[in-house]
C-alpha cells in the first residue's frame, strides 16, 4: 500500500498504520437525552386541561392542543434541548381530521426511537359530562348540530381504541379538581419512578362499578356490618367493623390467596411495562366491607414494594 503523502516520515518509512480515531482530547459526540413522554387525552371535559396543568406545576413541559403528527418533532425538539427539556406533556384531542391515522404514525415512530411514553387518558360519565357542558353553556366540539349527548357518543366512540392502549385511565365522573390533582400525583410525584404504582379503589356495587379498574373484587360473600345496629354508624377505617369483617370465615383466607396472586399478577405487568394498576374492591353501598379490606390490602401491597395509594370512592355517599 502506498503510503499517503500526508504520513509523518517516520510513519511512512516503517509503513505504520494510521487510527482514523479522534484524538484524546478532541471532544466526544454523545447522542442528546430523549425527552420522557406523556400523552394525556380523553373525554372532552372529563379533566384534560386540569392534569397537564398538574404536570405543569411539577415542572413538565407541556403543549395543548398539540396536532398528534407532530408529537415525534416536538419529542425531537426537546432532546435538542441538551436536558433543558427533560419531561414532555402534550394534550391531544379527535378534533383533528386523521386523529387515529396521525396518532398511530407517532407513536410507532416514537417506539422506533426508544422513548419513553406513556398514556394517560381521562374518562368520565355520559352524565358527568352533560352537566359540565351545561354549567358552562358551551357545546361539545363533535356534536355539530345534534345534543350534548350526541357529540359525547361520537368521541367515546372515536377514542375507544385509545383508551384500550392507554397506560393509566382516571374516572373523574366523581372527583373534583383537588381529587384528580391527588391521583395525578400518586402517579406522577417524587423523582424516582417505582417499578409499578397501585390505587385501591373501595367502592358500591349499587353506584356502579368504576370505568377504570383494571381489577375488580367483591366483597359480597362476607355478612355485612350494616345489619350490626352497633357498626352501622361507622365505615372500613373503624377498628371494630374491621374486626368483624375479618373474623368472619373466609375473610383472611381470601386476603391472603389476592395478595398472592396480585403478586403474580404484578409480575407479569412489570414484564409487559405496564406502570400503573387500579385494584377495585367493591360491596353492596361502598362503606363497610370494602373499605376494610382495602385497607388491609393496600398494606399488603406497600410491604412488598409497589408504591400503593387508598381511594374510598363511596364511602361517605349514604
Known sequence: MDASPDMPPDQQEHGAHVSTASPPDSPQ????????????????????????KYLEDLGWFVVD???PA???????LGARSQGNVARI???VDVRGGRFFDNLRESLADLDARQVKRRIVFLESSDD??????????????????????????AERQLLRELRGDADLVIDTSSLNVHELRAKMDAQFAGDEEPELRATVMS????????????????MRFLPNPHWVPELRPFTGLNEEVATYVFNQPGAKEFLDRYAELLQLIAAGYRREGKRYVTIAVGCTGGKHRSVAVSERLAARLSAEGVETVVVHRDMGRE
Do not use: C, W
Not at 459526540?29 to 397537564?52: D, Q
Not at 367502592?203 to 367483591?218: H, I, Q, R, S, T
Open 29 to 52: 459526540t454523545t447522542e442528546p437525552p430523549i425527552p420522557e413522554l406523556v400523552i394525556i387525552s380523553g373525554m372532552s371535559g372529563a379533566g384534560r386541561s386540569t392534569a397537564a
Open 70 to 76: 407532530l408529537i415525534p418533532t416536538m419529542v425531537e
Open 65 to 67: 392542543n398539540l396536532p
Open 128 to 153: 358527568a359530562l352533560v352537566r359540565r357542558f351545561e354549567s358552562v353553556r358551551r357545546p361539545h366540539p363533535l356534536q355539530g348540530d345534534g345534543r350534548i349527548v350526541d357529540g359525547i357518543a
Open 89 to 91: 406533556a402534550v394534550v
Open 203 to 218: 367502592f358500591g356495587f349499587k353506584y356502579g362499578l368504576p370505568v377504570d379498574a383494571d381489577l375488580v373484587a367483591d
